[in-house]
């Protein structure tokens, strides 16, 4: 069923989306509505019995806490979670619907000295502590100014976090952040110390490939007689360095793509999320690279990237990574459903299986060839899935750490928030590419009409910003770093 009213995504579906509120008594292709349903949210076309599964995009999205009539509003007063803590989970590898290869496609990127290809060519300065923050910042500010535009940018990623921390969670901070400044888009990075951290300027360098060092300079405050005067002059050595790259063109598969969503409402699983993958196909599909994050919203529908799974060895990380992270919850007390936030449930989303059925849509119908750790950084063309929570700007600058040159964040609700790479911002319905035109890149609201033309202006827009053109966050200095803190605080 698809209207100018109601969206029903697949045949079998008991639900459908309003496209616009409806209200109680209108008839819409001889369905009476029950109820007032708000826009973004779902109308039963079926009637479902208490306990029996509720289904929408063809899977269930929960079960229905009591007799649910056709016509009436579904959301969380009639249906409830299904999720278990644990999931036993069978290898039964299913062929990958492949994408058809893209038309030959370019951007203009710059190719480092490893083979790696950047979107962008910035200095980048990088506290391994938050209590040399500002010192980090104070940096980038002066030596921005110096640099009259020669390059793209000055950037300092800042963080509260490298001291009071242990084990796993001072090890996660050191290798983000190593990560970071292996980043192609940082032509040249500034590391700067304290002294006196737990996480030591030193053991951070010897996790950086020895072939990147020669873009690295290191200050250390404690000792330098002017941190940010030395500070400064590195800058100014890796500005001059930068200077000697330009922009080539290069094909589509040198493209590293991170892909995320946010402030999600009842069309993000209809529009963005699904253009989205539509991206992550091209780019695989051209022998480029997609990453897919955000491992709790994907409960529920994780074994549908389980059956693409390219070997047993890439299912086996799937099931360590899913059940891992759903053994964090519980450890914590916390239930593995505690997702949709309650932004999500206002924009129509139900259950975090609903959640999850709509946001892994955004890596589209490629295998799976690897699985990577929080901090590690891609190693294998294709899609990979990389550990890390849900939250925004964690997962993002997990994205970015592991090697993503551009982001594209689905959102229905809207956000600012920036992040180290460009960061593509797509509405998932037209109301809010319209209010909120200084934050928005691209309104996905226009796929329910025309999701092949959306397609072809979503790729234009992903080859232009590649290209250099200014994201809307980057217009207005967005730019954010967040590390996953586990552990106890010293």
């Known amino acids: ?45 079926r009637a479902v019995a208490a306990g029996a599964p509720v289904i929408k995009f063809g899977f269930p999205i929960g079960r229905a806490t009591r007799d649910i009539a056709v016509g009436e509003h579904v959301h969380v007063h009639n249906v409830a979670t299904a999720l278990c803590t644990h999931g036993d989970y069978r290898y039964v590898p299913q062929a990958a619907s492949m994408a058809t290869p893209p038309a030959p496609r370019e951007f203009l990127g710059y190719r480092r000295a490893d083979g790696c290809v950047a979107t962008r060519n910035e200095v980048w300065v990088i506290p391994t502590v938050g209590c040399v923050a500002r010192t980090a910042q104070k940096i980038a500010a002066r030596g921005d100014a110096l640099h009259g535009g020669r390059i793209d940018g000055i950037h300092a990623l800042v963080h509260p976090f490298g001291c009071s921390q242990l084990g796993d969670d001072l090890d996660g901070t050191t290798a983000i952040l190593a990560a970071l400044a292996q980043h192609p888009n940082a032509a040249g990075v500034v590391l700067v110390g304290l002294g006196c951290e737990s996480n030591q300027l030193d053991r951070l360098v010897a996790m950086i490939d020895p072939a990147l060092r020669d873009r690295i300079r290191t200050v250390r405050a404690q000792s330098a007689t002017d941190e940010v005067a030395e500070g400064v002059a590195h800058v100014a050595e890796l500005v001059a360095l930068a200077e000697t790259v330009e922009r080539t063109a290069v094909p589509l598969s040198e493209l590293v793509l991170g ?184 309104d996905a609201g226009q796929a329910l009409e025309d999701a092949d033309g959306a397609a072809t202006g979503l790729l234009d827009r992903v080859i232009a910003i590649a290209s250099g053109e200014a994201t809307a966050a980057e217009r207005n200095d967005e730019r954010e770093i967040a590390i996953w803190k586990r552990g106890v605080t010293l």
């Open 1 to 45: 069923m698809a209207g100018e009213r109601v969206f029903q995504v697949d045949p079998g579906d008991d639900v459908a989306t309003a496209l616009g509120a409806l209200e109680p008594g209108e008839a819409i292709d001889g369905l009476v509505v029950r109820d007032a349903v708000p826009v973004g949210h779902k109308i039963a076309v």
């Open 259 to 442: 892909v995320k969503c946010g402030g999600s409402d009842g069309f993000s699983g209809l529009t963005a999320n699904p253009l989205v993958g539509r991206m992550s196909d091209a780019v695989t599909a051209a022998g480029g690279t997609a990453i897919l994050t955000e491992i709790p919203e994907i409960f529920g529908a994780e074994q549908m990237l389980m059956d693409r799974a390219a070997d047993a060895d890439v299912f086996a990380g799937l099931v360590a990574m899913v059940n891992g992270f759903k053994r964090y919850f519980v450890d914590a007390g916390q239930p593995v459903s505690e997702n949709p936030s309650p932004g999500n449930i206002a924009g129509g989303i139900t259950t975090l299986e609903e959640k999850s059925l709509g946001a892994v849509q955004k890596a589209g119908h490629a295998t799976v060839t690897d699985v990577r750790r929080y901090g590690e950084r891609v190693r294998r063309r294709g899609l990979t899935l990389l550990e890390a929570p849900g939250n925004d700007a964690v997962s993002c600058t997990a994205l970015a750490a592991a090697g993503a040159t551009a982001i594209l964040f689905t959102t229905g609700r809207g956000t600012p928030l920036g992040f180290p790479v460009p960061t593509i911002k797509i509405a998932s319905n037209t109301a809010l590419a319209e209010r909120k035109p200084g934050w928005i890149d691209f």
